[in-house]
Structures are given as structure tokens and as C-alpha cells.
């Protein structure tokens, strides 16, 4: 959490070990140049959770049962000059979930604790003040003080007096508040003449309950406040609502567990406002305003996100999201762009089954159906007079404004027959031819103007890994052989070459001679092997199944070393600082580059669907 130091800085408590490249022990003071306060480092033990700023002193609540190695149970007082602990000594018996100060009247300041109820303290000694006796309602996610109440927030809103801790009997929200025992309410922001509520509930007096405002004095619901909050949560297992609140003239601003994470609506009425405020990907815990800027934290990792399935488009300049693509597919696989539609298909796969047992039943390969997407490349729509499905489909590929489709004929052959099917721009099927050389197919692709087929071919003196076809006739290029000893699951056009990457370790270089090649090989044109580009095996010699080239750079999948020089096959800094989308792929068309989810995944990492994008975190 955090609390501003009235100076342009805040004051950050958590359960963080780190900042701003310093130990640090779940406390910490950024000044207003986001530079970090090296003098305020104070270290506890445990999670902070609840802080109250009053001065020249921090108050601090949470887990921690030390500060800087002396006894504090759970709470504490720190002077903000040097972070040095103070002789305020109050333990509590369990966390201390909030906290709220109030000034001093004739008396010392107290200070309010919420851990296993609601306690009363001098805000000097600790001590507890005497009188004070309130009610248990723990866990309570909320304290703040009205005029002459204090208004708490646990599985109900109860009204206290804040000089005995008697409930006020003429303060009545209704009951039941909440759905069931589980539903708490998070935060409480009293004004002269409301009380706004933030909770988890659904309905408070028959009214949706995720914000809300009653009177002050009676606890009663004002029915002309009436916001239109998201019903569903953007967190897994988290129930969708406010966690806090703030206002900004005759604006409140809520930010909870809603979809996009943040609203802005009209104090009086709860109409949404004029506002364009940013979205976020998970959950917003705190808002708060400061020098004329409202801060928000959370749980989110990307702002202004679009939210997608499958497959996203961004500005291949700037790399920001297009807001007006929004996939509602749930389409992964290899992405191609072609003349009016972006395609996908899962094609990419590791041939075929070679035990015994499937050679017995000859069945080396699996029987299946496949859907090839067809999107608007403008708007992400499914456009679905070029869209289809395709039995034993094994790979797709674009040439011009023409769909290259390719699907096996058998099953029961290790070197099977395939059909390359061609499709026009308007969906409809133009041209079909057989490849003339029997094998498996695992991607399809294309250079200089033909089709490349690679996998694995049955060849009158060598077996192939790659093939070359011309898209006319449907002949092979019988001059083009990379001469590769083994599988290969992929290929990319690099440069005016092509790398392609699989289940082999050297290639053939003539005359009985042979090269070296952890499964990733780059080639000229004419599929003759590029000699300078010379990569390090890889850790484990692991099957490489994906490569994309990335400008001068390739990205290789499952490998340990994820970017490559594309020319030498020298290891190169990430790009990304080690964010890399490990699971997708980027292809550009013009100002727009598309990134679509690779299936399958063969290291062990779970593939995600993509849901949201965003130009950064």
C-alpha cells in the first residue's frame, strides 16, 4: 500500500524485499523525483498492510512481529526523518488490516487499529484509551471518521462512537448486506453528506451493491446515486468489486476487481464521467490523488489493454495495441497474412508415430479435422466464407492474394501421399494438385514465388526435409535440397534465404563430408547451405520446433538461448529485457504486425491463450 509524504513523494509498505536495487524489508519512501529515500529503509519481518502518515510520524500495521530486529507485534511507529523505530508499543493479536488517526481535541491524538476488533489507542504511548470498547466484526477491510462517527466496514457498515466504541443504534444500512459470509466491504469514503461504500456484494437493499451511498446519519440508501459497475471480475477466484475509492472534486474515481480495473463516475448521481481513464488487465486496489495526478496499484501488469483471443494486431512502428482489432476466436496456430484476411491454422506438429505399436496397426499417423481461420486483418471479425475445416490438415501458407492449403491423403503410409488445395480471394476452391514426392508435411511456406513443403520426403537418393514446388503446376523443384539428416518442424524466410529448424544435427555437405547443425540451419535461395552461419549446440540437444526471424534476429523455441544473430547464429542480448512472448509469433503487412499463439508447445511451458495486449507494463 502506499500514502503520500505531502511533499510529491509516498511512503510504500508491502511484503517486498527489494527496491529500486536495494535491500529493503517491506518499507520504503519515494521522493517526489521517484528517486528512492536510501535514509528511509526500515526492515519488518513480515507483510505490512495498514499505514497512517500524522506528521513527522509513520504508523505502521501488518504480520511483522520485529522492526530492524526490535519487538513490534504487528504495529508501529516509525519517524519518517531516518525510518527509526519510536517508543509507540501497542501488539496486536492478529494483522492489522487499517488504521485511521484522529486529531487531537482537548486530549492526545488516537489512533484507530482494526486486527481482531476495533481498538482505541494514544497515539503516543500506545497505550490503549481508556472507555473504548467496541464490538468484534473481524476480518474489517475498512475504517474512515465522519464528523462524529466512526464507520466501520467488515461483513456489515456499522457506526461506532468514537469516544466509547458504542454502536450507534440510528445508523442502519439493512441487513442482509451481504450474499453470504464471504462478501466483505473493502472501503468507506464519508463526505458531509454521504457515505460511499465499496464492496464485493451484489445487492444492498435490493440495490447492486458494488458501490453505493447512504446517509451518514441513518445509514439509509440513497437511491439517486446509482453507478453502472462491471458485474464481472478480471481476477480468477476473486469476486468482482470496489476495493477503493477516491475523490476528485465532483468526480469518484473506484478502482476494484471489475473489467477494465478503474471507473470514474458522478459523485452525485453515479453517472459515468467524461473521462477517457485507462484499462487495466487485472485487478486496481488503490486509487489515490496527488499533485494533481490520481495514482493507481494493483494487481495489473498492463494498462490500456485490448482484449483479444487468438490473435492481436499492433502498430508494426510503435508496437501499440490496435484498438479496433478485437479477435472473439478462440483460433491459435501459425499465422499467416494474405490479400484481405489474416489466416490461422494449428498446423505445426512432429510427423509421424514411429513405435512399434503404430506400425503394427498401421496407423503412423492420427486421424483429425482442423479449422483454418480466416480474420478481417482491420477488425479481427471472423470472416466466414473464407474460413473452413480440413481434414488431416498440415499446413497453410499465402502467395499473392491465394490460400495454399495442404492435408494428408493417408495414414497408414510413413511416407504418405499429400494435396496442396488453392483457394481465391473469394473463398472458393481454384486449384488442386498432388505433391509429387511422398512424405509428411509439418509446415508449409513459401520462397521466391514457390511453395516450400518441409517435414520429411522419401527421395530417390536421399530422403528430403524439404521440398520446393512450383505453385503453378504442382511440380517439385527437384534442384532445391538442403540435403538435411533429419526432420524438420519449421522454416522461416530470413533475409532472401529461408532457416529451418527440427529433429537433426548435421547437414550433408558432399563428397562424404557433413557439417554440423544443432537442428537449425540456414540456407541460401537455391536450399544450399549458408557455411557462416554456425550456432552452438543448444542445451540437451532439444528438438528446436519453432523458428520466426525477427528482422536481423531469429527467435528459436525451446531452445536456451532464445534470439540469435540471423546471419551467424550467434547468441544476442533479448531484445525484449526478458519479457518475451515465448508463446507467439509476429508476422507483418505493411504498418500492422499480428501475433497469433503456437501450439504445440515443447518446452513444457504453458501456452496461455492471448487475452490482453498492451504497448507495455
Same mark, same amino acid.
Given at each position: 500500500?502506499?500514502?503520500?509524504?505531502?511533499?510529491?513523494?509516498?511512503?510504500?509498505?508491502?511484503?517486498?524485499?527489494?527496491?529500486?536495487?536495494?535491500?529493503?524489508?517491506?518499507?520504503?519512501?519515494?521522493?517526489?523525483?521517484?528517486?528512492?529515500?536510501?535514509? @528511509?529503509?526500515?526492515?519488518?519481518?513480515?507483510? /505490512?498492510? !495498514?499505514?497512517? $502518515?500524522?506528521? #513527522?510520524? +509513520? %504508523? *505502521? =500495521? &501488518?504480520?511483522?512481529?520485529?522492526?530492524?530486529?526490535?519487538?513490534?507485534?504487528?504495529?508501529?511507529?516509525?519517524?519518517?526523518?531516518?525510518?527509526?523505530?519510536?517508543?509507540?508499543?501497542?501488539?496486536?493479536?492478529?494483522?492489522?488490516?487499517?488504521?485511521?488517526?484522529?486529531?487531537?481535541?482537548?486530549?492526545?491524538?488516537?489512533?484507530?487499529?482494526?486486527?481482531?476488533?476495533?481498538?482505541?489507542?494514544?497515539?503516543?504511548?500506545?497505550?490503549?484509551?481508556?472507555? @473504548?470498547?467496541?464490538?468484534?466484526?473481524?476480518? /474489517?477491510? !475498512?475504517?474512515? $471518521?465522519?464528523? #462524529?462517527? +466512526? %464507520? *466501520? =466496514? &467488515?461483513?456489515?457498515?456499522?457506526?461506532?462512537?468514537?469516544?466509547?466504541?458504542?454502536?450507534?443504534?440510528?445508523?442502519?444500512?439493512?441487513?442482509?448486506?451481504?450474499?453470504?459470509?464471504?462478501?466483505?466491504?473493502?472501503?468507506?469514503?464519508?463526505?458531509?453528506?454521504?457515505?460511499?461504500?465499496?464492496?464485493?456484494?451484489?445487492?444492498?437493499?435490493?440495490?447492486?451493491?458494488?458501490?453505493?451511498?447512504?446517509?451518514?446519519?441513518?445509514?439509509?440508501?440513497?437511491?439517486?446515486?446509482?453507478?453502472?459497475?462491471?458485474?464481472?471480475?478480471?481476477?480468477?477466484?476473486?469476486?468482482?468489486?470496489? %476495493?477503493?475509492?477516491?475523490?476528485?472534486?465532483?468526480?469518484?474515481?473506484?478502482?476494484?476487481?471489475?473489467?477494465?480495473?478503474?471507473?470514474?463516475?458522478?459523485?452525485?448521481?453515479?453517472?459515468?464521467?467524461?473521462?477517457?481513464?485507462?484499462?487495466?488487465?487485472?485487478?486496481?486496489?488503490?486509487?489515490?490523488?496527488?499533485?494533481?495526478?490520481?495514482?493507481?496499484?494493483?494487481?495489473?501488469?498492463?494498462?490500456?489493454?485490448?482484449?483479444?483471443?487468438?490473435?492481436?494486431?499492433?502498430?508494426?512502428?510503435?508496437?501499440?495495441?490496435?484498438?479496433?482489432?478485437?479477435?472473439?476466436?478462440?483460433?491459435?496456430?501459425?499465422?499467416?497474412?494474405?490479400?484481405?484476411?489474416?489466416?490461422?491454422?494449428?498446423?505445426?506438429?512432429?510427423?509421424?508415430?514411429?513405435?512399434?505399436?503404430?506400425?503394427?496397426?498401421?496407423?503412423?499417423?492420427?486421424?483429425?479435422?482442423?479449422?483454418?481461420?480466416?480474420?478481417?486483418?482491420?477488425?479481427?471479425?471472423?470472416?466466414?466464407?473464407?474460413?473452413?475445416?480440413?481434414?488431416?490438415?498440415?499446413?497453410?501458407?499465402?502467395?499473392?492474394?491465394?490460400?495454399?492449403?495442404?492435408?494428408?491423403?493417408?495414414?497408414?503410409?510413413?511416407?504418405?501421399?499429400?494435396?496442396?488445395?488453392?483457394?481465391?480471394?473469394?473463398?472458393?476452391?481454384?486449384?488442386?494438385?498432388?505433391?509429387?514426392?511422398?512424405?509428411?508435411?509439418?509446415?508449409?511456406?513459401?520462397?521466391?514465388?514457390?511453395?516450400?513443403?518441409?517435414?520429411?520426403?522419401?527421395?530417390?537418393?536421399?530422403?528430403?526435409?524439404?521440398?520446393?514446388?512450383?505453385?503453378?503446376?504442382?511440380?517439385?523443384?527437384?534442384?532445391?535440397?538442403?540435403?538435411?539428416?533429419?526432420?524438420?518442424?519449421?522454416?522461416?524466410?530470413?533475409?532472401?534465404?529461408?532457416?529451418?529448424?527440427?529433429?537433426?544435427?548435421?547437414?550433408?555437405?558432399?563428397?562424404?563430408?557433413?557439417?554440423?547443425?544443432?537442428?537449425?540451419?540456414?540456407?541460401?535461395?537455391?536450399?544450399?547451405?549458408?557455411?557462416?552461419?554456425?550456432?552452438?549446440?543448444?542445451?540437451?540437444?532439444?528438438?528446436?520446433?519453432?523458428?520466426?526471424?525477427?528482422?536481423?534476429?531469429?527467435?528459436?523455441?525451446?531452445?536456451?538461448?532464445?534470439?540469435?544473430?540471423?546471419?551467424?547464429?550467434?547468441?544476442?542480448?533479448?531484445?525484449?529485457?526478458?519479457?518475451?512472448?515465448?508463446?507467439?509469433?509476429?508476422?507483418?503487412?505493411?504498418?500492422?504486425?499480428?501475433?497469433?499463439?503456437?501450439?504445440?508447445?515443447?518446452?513444457?511451458?504453458?501456452?496461455?491463450?492471448?487475452?490482453?495486449?498492451?504497448?507495455?507494463?
Amino acid at each position: 500500500m502506499a500514502v503520500r509524504d505531502g511533499a510529491g513523494g509516498w511512503y510504500l509498505g508491502g511484503d517486498f524485499t527489494r527496491i529500486g536495487g536495494q535491500p529493503a524489508g517491506g518499507l520504503a519512501h519515494v521522493l517526489a523525483s521517484g528517486e528512492l529515500d536510501t535514509d @528511509f529503509l526500515p526492515v519488518t519481518n513480515g507483510l /505490512v498492510s !495498514a499505514m497512517v $502518515l500524522v506528521q #513527522d510520524t +509513520l %504508523y *505502521v =500495521g &501488518g504480520s511483522f512481529s520485529s522492526v530492524d530486529g526490535t519487538a513490534r507485534g504487528r504495529l508501529a511507529a516509525l519517524s519518517t526523518e531516518d525510518g527509526s523505530l519510536l517508543p509507540f508499543d501497542a501488539p496486536q493479536a492478529s494483522r492489522v488490516t487499517e488504521m485511521v488517526f484522529s486529531p487531537p481535541a482537548d486530549g492526545p491524538g488516537r489512533l484507530y487499529v482494526a486486527s481482531d476488533g476495533i481498538h482505541a489507542l494514544d497515539a503516543t504511548s500506545g497505550a490503549p484509551v481508556p472507555g @473504548f470498547s467496541a464490538p468484534p466484526d473481524s476480518p /474489517v477491510q !475498512a475504517l474512515a $471518521l465522519g464528523a #462524529d462517527r +466512526l %464507520y *466501520v =466496514g &467488515g461483513a456489515e457498515v456499522i457506526a461506532l462512537d468514537p469516544d466509547t466504541g458504542a454502536v450507534d443504534a440510528g445508523f442502519d444500512t439493512g441487513t442482509p448486506m451481504a450474499v453470504d459470509a464471504n462478501h466483505r466491504v473493502h472501503t468507506l469514503l464519508p463526505t458531509a453528506d454521504r457515505l460511499y461504500i465499496g464492496s464485493d456484494r451484489t445487492l444492498v437493499q435490493g440495490q447492486a451493491g458494488r458501490l453505493v451511498a447512504v446517509d451518514p446519519e441513518t445509514g439509509h440508501l440513497d437511491p439517486t446515486f446509482a453507478p453502472v459497475i462491471p458485474s464481472k471480475g478480471n481476477l480468477p477466484y476473486v469476486a468482482a468489486g470496489v %476495493y477503493d475509492l477516491a475523490l476528485n472534486g465532483d468526480e469518484l474515481w473506484a478502482g476494484g476487481s471489475f473489467e477494465g480495473g478503474l471507473a470514474v463516475v458522478d459523485a452525485a448521481t453515479g453517472a459515468a464521467a467524461d473521462i477517457d481513464v485507462p484499462s487495466y488487465d487485472l485487478q486496481v486496489n488503490a486509487v489515490e490523488q496527488s499533485a494533481g495526478s490520481m495514482y493507481v496499484g494493483g494487481h495489473f501488469y498492463m494498462s490500456d489493454v485490448v482484449k483479444t483471443r487468438g490473435v492481436a494486431a499492433f502498430d508494426a512502428e510503435t508496437l501499440d495495441p490496435v484498438p479496433s482489432f478485437r479477435s472473439t476466436e478462440n483460433a491459435y496456430g501459425d499465422l499467416f497474412v494474405g490479400a484481405g484476411a489474416v489466416w490461422i491454422a494449428g498446423t505445426n506438429h512432429m510427423g509421424y508415430d514411429p513405435s512399434a505399436l503404430a506400425a503394427e496397426s498401421s496407423t503412423y499417423f492420427y486421424d483429425w479435422t482442423r479449422d483454418v481461420v480466416a480474420l478481417d486483418p482491420e477488425t479481427g471479425a471472423r470472416i466466414a466464407a473464407r474460413s473452413m475445416k480440413v481434414k488431416n490438415l498440415t499446413g497453410i501458407t499465402t502467395i499473392g492474394n491465394r490460400l495454399y492449403v495442404a492435408r494428408r491423403l493417408e495414414n497408414d503410409q510413413r511416407f504418405p501421399l499429400n494435396r496442396v488445395d488453392v483457394y481465391g480471394p473469394s473463398g472458393k476452391k481454384v486449384d488442386s494438385f498432388q505433391v509429387q514426392r511422398r512424405g509428411y508435411i509439418t509446415e508449409l511456406s513459401s520462397l521466391g514465388g514457390d511453395l516450400v513443403a518441409a517435414g520429411s520426403f522419401e527421395g530417390r537418393y536421399l530422403r528430403s526435409a524439404i521440398v520446393k514446388i512450383d505453385p503453378a503446376t504442382g511440380k517439385v523443384r527437384h534442384r532445391f535440397d538442403p540435403k538435411i539428416n533429419g526432420p524438420v518442424y519449421d522454416v522461416a524466410r530470413s533475409g532472401n534465404g529461408m532457416v529451418a529448424a527440427g529433429l537433426f544435427k548435421e547437414v550433408w555437405g558432399g563428397y562424404d563430408a557433413t557439417w554440423k547443425r544443432p537442428g537449425l540451419e540456414r540456407m541460401r535461395p537455391d536450399g544450399v547451405t549458408d557455411t557462416g552461419f554456425l550456432p552452438k549446440a543448444f542445451d540437451g540437444n532439444r528438438v528446436l520446433l519453432h523458428v520466426e526471424a525477427i528482422g536481423d534476429l531469429l527467435w528459436v523455441d525451446g531452445a536456451s538461448r532464445a534470439f540469435l544473430d540471423a546471419k551467424t547464429g550467434k547468441p544476442v542480448a533479448d531484445p525484449t529485457g526478458g519479457d518475451a512472448p515465448w508463446w507467439v509469433a509476429g508476422v507483418s503487412s505493411d504498418d500492422l504486425a499480428y501475433t497469433s499463439l503456437i501450439f504445440p508447445n515443447l518446452g513444457g511451458r504453458t501456452g496461455f491463450k492471448l487475452a490482453y495486449v498492451a504497448a507495455g507494463r
